[in-house]
T-cell receptor
Framework: GENVEQHPSTLSVQEGDSAVIKCTYS??????FPWYKQELGKRPQLIID?????GEKKDQRIAVTLNKTAKHFSLHITETQPEDSAVYFC??????????????FGTGTRLTIIP | IAGITQAPTSQILAAGRRMTLRCTQD?????MYWYRQDLGLGLRLIHY???????GKGEVPDGYSVSRANTDDFPLTLASAVPSQTSVYFC?????????????FGSGTRLTVV
């Protein structure tokens, strides 16, 4: 089955600086890579996703990059703000295989923005 | 309001007792999932269902069972709770037939087994 590794487990950055979280996956058939943000005591919420037919996707201050050859993908947050403090999870699945599109999650990164 | 609802929000349960966590969605999503979240371990899949009438085992299924009698409901049962099942449980759903937009998660159930 799929295995997703996520680094770092904790990350502290000064407000206004950029944050980068990296994930690797094992199954070359995986083709869908979402990122979730979980604030304290809340449910995980999808913030951005990327499919294997593109290498990069941006949404305002958030971007995700994908390297299929190396089987890794990264989340980039620019101009960080205090409200970006949360736990971030990466995930991977194979959407083309109906019945096998379950998400496998990384272990999470606790991001703290220092004012 | 469309979404996914879990109940109870939290529960303290004596070891050996039976417990069912409820999950209901009104988005007509075909797929539903149960994950447990533990510190340092992320979200681990317990059981899933791709469509009503079918279920499958995830990464950590032991001690848990599920059923999917209809599209909307996906209850998770602990037949005889043990302390290692203390966790936060999240139910999620997705419309996987459309190539998905990720999961929609419920608000979670915090379960403590003592």
């Amino acid at each position: 089955g799929e295995n997703v590794e996520q680094h770092p487990s904790t990350l502290s950055v000064q407000e206004g600086d950029s944050a980068v979280i990296k994930c690797t996956y094992s199954d070359s058939a995986s083709n869908y890579f979402p990122w979730y943000k979980q604030e304290l005591g809340k449910r995980p919420q999808l913030i951005i996703d990327i499919r294997s037919n593109v290498g990069e996707k941006k949404d305002q201050r958030i971007a995700v990059t994908l390297n299929k050859t190396a089987k890794h993908f990264s989340l980039h947050i620019t101009e960080t703000q205090p409200e970006d403090s949360a736990v971030y999870f990466c995930a991977a699945s194979n959407e083309r295989n109906f019945g096998n599109e379950k998400l496998t999650f990384g272990t999470g990164t606790r991001l703290t923005i220092i004012p | 309001i469309a979404g996914i609802t879990q109940a109870p929000t939290s529960q303290i349960l004596a070891a050996g007792r039976r417990m069912t966590l409820r999950c209901t969605q009104d988005m007509r999503h075909n797929a539903m999932y149960w994950y447990r979240q533990d510190l340092g371990l992320g979200l681990r899949l317990i059981h899933y269902s791709n469509t009503a009438g079918t279920t499958g085992k995830g990464e950590v299924p032991d001690g848990y069972s599920v059923s999917r009698a209809n599209t909307d409901d996906f209850p998770l049962t602990l037949a005889s709770a043990v302390p290692s099942q203390t966790s936060v449980y999240f139910c999620a759903s997705s419309d996987s037939r459309q190539g998905g937009y990720g999961y929609t998660f419920g608000s979670g159930t915090r379960l403590t087994v003592v």
